[in-house]
């Protein structure tokens, strides 16, 4: 944790609301973070529980719900240590079931479109749940993101968390094998946002996992993030034909509006009319992070907000980062703080493979065969 962090940390506690605050939602456990705490959220119409979980540690805290495994809030200190809650989501579970463009959810098997619903693995062809016109996005009609989770809280040292567990069987959304997939959030010490992703299989498959967290880190419902200062650490990013499906070439970033390699406003450009981004109505696309694949995170992405300082800084160990400017938001959705949201009112950095690989030989494979552990790890960590 930097200094600056530290001091508006600091700050909040001197104000009655610090992280390490004790009330009824929970205790501390020794190593200085709050122990995780369940509580009913609602049932699903087949009687199903869905739990929402509490997690504070270094200034951070977190909200995530079985269904979905989505983040129902992230709540970080401005420069003033003032907090507010930087992720879209409800207030009620029947919305996520029925209206949720994937807040804040687990997105699985296969993060982003694939062309058609269709690939072939060892010769033998697969049709996948087609859900975004004529292809499958996201995993299919019913992803990783509209299953309900096996929760697990643990504390570790001075971290804590959630181990969340989720079998999807052979041939679900048409996808071959049975997948065993754990996800683990992890709030540290420093008040870093964690994810570890990890999957194994019976049969060879494809499997892209993702969290679709739609970020406004002047709070959510608070407006625009066209003033958001984003950088991202890309030469180059994947452009896409009118069905949102990459062509497989990899273009140049430098001279156009995708060039983010030094931070600049997400609205300075999304209005030049590029063929791009009248294809996607904005940013909707894949950048190619310099950095490959690595075998720890490694910097990413930059998001800062100016107006209340609140600063996000991602690493990964993926190649590729999709940067959506929450284009589809029509005003008919109402959030968790009671604001109608708006195209615009949020984005989403979704670290992962590349959309479509399993029909494009030239990018980083996706397959994941018997024997083998899908492991990646995405690190949020906050400032401001």
Not at 231 to 257: H, M, Q
Request: with cysteine; proline share 4%; net charge neutral.
């Amino acid at each position: 944790m930097d200094m600056n962090r530290r001091t508006v940390i600091a700050g909040a506690a001197a104000a009655g609301i610090a992280a390490g605050t004790i009330g009824a939602a929970g205790t501390a456990h020794a190593g200085g973070g709050r122990k995780p705490v369940k509580e009913l959220f609602g049932k699903l119409a087949d009687g199903t529980k869905v739990y929402r979980w509490s997690l504070e540690n270094g200034g951070t805290r977190l909200k995530v719900l079985s269904y979905g495994g989505a983040v129902q809030s992230l709540e970080i200190p401005d420069r003033r240590g003032r907090y507010a809650n930087v992720s879209l989501g409800f207030d009620n579970l029947d919305d996520y079931v029925a209206k949720s463009p994937y807040f804040g959810a687990l997105i699985g098997r296969y993060g982003n479109r694939i062309d058609k619903g269709r690939f072939t693995l060892d010769g033998t062809a697969y049709q996948l749940s087609v859900n975004d016109g004529e292809n499958s996005l996201h995993g299919g009609a019913q992803g990783f993101d509209k299953r309900v989770w096996d929760v697990e809280p643990f504390t570790k040292g001075s971290d804590v968390g959630l181990h969340l567990h989720y079998t999807s069987v052979d041939g679900e959304m048409g996808y071959p094998g049975t997948l065993k997939a754990k996800v683990t959030y992890t709030l540290t010490r420093a008040g870093d946002w964690r994810i570890d992703y990890e999957a194994t299989t019976d049969k060879a498959t494809v499997v892209n996992l993702t969290n679709h967290v739609y970020w406004n880190l002047a709070g959510e419902g608070s407006g625009t993030i066209e003033d958001h200062e984003l950088s991202i650490a890309a030469s180059r990013y994947t452009p896409v034909n009118s069905g949102l499906i990459p062509t497989g070439e990899l273009a140049k970033v430098a001279g156009t509006p995708f060039d983010f390699r030094r931070a600049k406003t997400v609205g300075e450009d999304i209005r030049v009319a590029h063929q791009q981004l009248l294809y996607g109505q904005g940013y909707d696309h894949n950048w190619v992070l310099d950095k490959g694949i690595t075998s720890r995170p490694e910097h990413a992405a930059t998001l800062r907000d100016p107006r209340s300082g609140r600063t996000l800084r991602i690493a990964t160990n993926e190649p590729g980062l999709q940067f959506y400017s929450g284009n589809f938001q029509d005003g008919t959705l109402v959030g968790s703080g009671g604001r109608v949201y708006r195209q615009g009112d949020a984005l989403c950095l979704e670290t992962q493979h590349f959309p479509d690989s399993p029909n494009q030989p030239s990018f980083p494979s996706t397959v994941l065969r018997p024997g083998q552990t899908y492991r990646t790890t995405t690190v949020h960590s906050f400032d401001a």
